[in-house]
C-alpha cells in the first residue's frame, strides 16, 4: 500500500505543514483502530485516510483524518494533501467532491497549479478570556473568540506580530484545556510582505504541541480578520512558528474558500495491511 507525506500549503519542500496520505482502494475504511495506528506511526499532525465512492454518491471520495492520539471533524491542511495526490497520479481531474464528518467539501484543481478547498465558515463568538489560557500563553490578550461548528477553537488576538511570532506557552498548561485547540493571531506587521495576518495553532490536547498551518482555522479567521480590515473577503494569512505557510482565504457568506499549494516529499510503501 502507497503512503505519501505531502507539504501541504507551500511550493517548496520542508516547508507548511506535512501530513500522511493513503489512498484506499476498497470501498470502505479498514478499522478504526487501524487507522489510528497508522496515524500514530506516521506521528504528524494529521494524516488523511479516503477511499472511492460509487458513482452514484453524494460525493467522490470517502475522508478521514486522524492525530497521532484522535480523529478529528474537520481538516484543511490533509485534505490540500490528499487532493494534490489524487491529482498528481491521475486518480482525480478538476473539482474532487469529499464526504467527511463535516459535511461536504471541495477541492479544485487550479491552472497554476494551486488548489482550492471549500469548506464551513466557522462562527465565531466574543467570550472572555479563559484565566489558565492567558496564563499558560504568557502574553496580553486583546480578544477572545469561541469558534463553534466543526473547529472548536479558542482564537485569540494579540498585540502585534512580533508576540505571536515570539511566544512561548506553556504547552503542559495547555494540554488540560478541553478545547480542540488555541489559535493565536495577530495583524501583520507590512501587508507589503504578502500577507494580511499572522497566527500560530497549539492543540497539545490532541497530540500535536503546534501545528505549523492549520487549514480548518482559516474559516475561522477569515470572517475574524474581514471584519476588522472593512469587510475585505479575499485575505491571505501566514502561519507558524519555525515552519511556516501561506493561506489564501475568500469568505464566501457561510462557505470559506482555502488555497495553497502541496508538494509531495516522501512516497513509500506501508507493510502492514489492515
Known amino acids: 500500500m502507497r503512503i505519501r507525506i505531502v507539504d501541504a500549503f507551500t511550493d517548496r519542500p520542508f516547508g507548511g505543514n506535512p501530513a ?22 506516521v506521528n504528524l499532525s494529521e494524516t488523511a485516510f479516503a477511499h472511492p465512492l460509487p458513482a452514484d454518491a453524494e460525493a467522490d471520495w470517502a475522508l478521514r483524518w486522524f492525530t497521532p492520539t484522535a480523529e478529528v471533524d474537520m481538516c484543511g491542511h490533509a485534505t490540500l494533501a490528499m487532493a494534490h495526490v489524487l ?18 467539501l471541495l477541492a479544485t484543481a487550479r491552472g497554476d497549479g494551486s488548489l482550492t478547498l471549500d469548506f464551513p465558515t466557522s462562527t465565531i463568538t466574543l467570550v472572555e478570556a479563559p484565566t489558565e489560557v492567558s496564563r499558560a500563553l504568557g502574553a496580553e490578550v486583546l ?9 472548536g477553537d479558542l482564537l485569540v488576538e494579540l498585540a502585534d506580530e512580533a508576540t505571536v511570532r515570539e511566544l512561548r506557552p506553556d504547552i503542559a498548561a495547555l494540554r488540560g484545556y478541553a478545547r480542540r485547540g488555541v489559535i493565536v493571531t495577530a495583524l501583520a506587521e507590512d501587508p507589503a510582505r504578502g500577507y494580511d495576518f499572522v ?11 503546534e501545528d505549523p498551518v492549520t487549514g480548518s482555522a482559516h474559516t ?33 457568506g457561510d462557505r470559506t474558500e ?13 507493510l502492514s495491511s489492515p
Do not use: K, N, Y
Not at 90 to 101: D, K, N
Not at 258 to 270: H, M, P, W
Open 20 to 41: 500522511g496520505v493513503l489512498v484506499l482502494d476498497s470501498g470502505s475504511f479498514p478499522s478504526d483502530q487501524w487507522l489510528q495506528d497508522v496515524a500514530a506511526e
Open 87 to 104: 491529482h498528481t497520479t491521475g486518480r482525480a481531474t478538476g473539482t474532487i467532491r469529499f464526504a467527511a464528518r463535516c459535511g461536504i
Open 143 to 151: 480578544s477572545v473568540h469561541d469558534t463553534a461548528d466543526h473547529v
Open 199 to 209: 497566527s500560530r495553532g497549539f492543540f497539545p490536547a490532541f497530540g500535536i504541541d
Open 220 to 252: 475561522a479567521l477569515a470572517p475574524f480578520w474581514s471584519a476588522r480590515l472593512g469587510g475585505r473577503t479575499e485575505l491571505t494569512g501566514r502561519q507558524g512558528g519555525s515552519r511556516t505557510g501561506l493561506v489564501q482565504v475568500g469568505l464566501r
Open 258 to 270: 482555502l488555497t495553497g499549494r502541496a508538494v509531495t516529499v516522501i512516497d513509500g510503501e506501508l
